[in-house]
Nanobody, 123 residues
Framework: QVQLVESGGGLVQAGGSLRLSCAAS????????IGWFRQAPGKEREFVAA????????DYADSVKGRFTITRDNAKNTVYLQMNSLKPEDTAVYYC????????????????WGQGTQVTVSS
């Protein structure tokens, strides 16, 4: 069992930066791939970024490539999403998820989900 808690969301102006954190409980955290997803109002939840268990392999949605960076610190049981050059269309609730396969964009392959953190980018 893995419990995930997201933090770091907030209100930022377009062009600004935020760093989201996904803190996990459980001694098996380092064996899980972690993904970040987001859901904007009225839209389906979509893939943002993912990292494998070691941090050596990552994947990104085309919409965030070059702007977002996913990293992990297994010693701290935490995964980070550094978001730069934010745009109003990045506004959403951001969720992290843990799964045994990854990095992957497929939501069905993630077993555990956090409650989400709100990111709002003003124009």
């Amino acid at each position: 069992q893995v419990q995930l808690v997201e933090s770091g969301g907030g209100l930022v102006q377009a062009g600004g930066s935020l760093r989201l954190s996904c803190a996990a409980s459980g001694h098996t955290f380092s064996s899980y791939a972690i993904g970040w997803f987001r859901q904007a109002p009225g839209k389906e939840r979509e893939f943002v970024a993912a990292v494998n268990w070691s941090g050596g392999s990552t994947d990104y949605a085309d919409s965030v490539k070059g702007r977002f960076t996913i990293t992990r610190d297994n010693a701290k049981n935490t995964v980070y999403l550094q978001m730069n050059s934010l745009k109003p269309e990045d506004t959403a609730v951001y969720y992290c998820a843990a799964g045994t396969y990854g990095p992957t964009k497929y939501q069905a392959l993630y077993d555990y989900w956090g409650q989400g953190t709100q990111v709002t980018v003003s124009s």
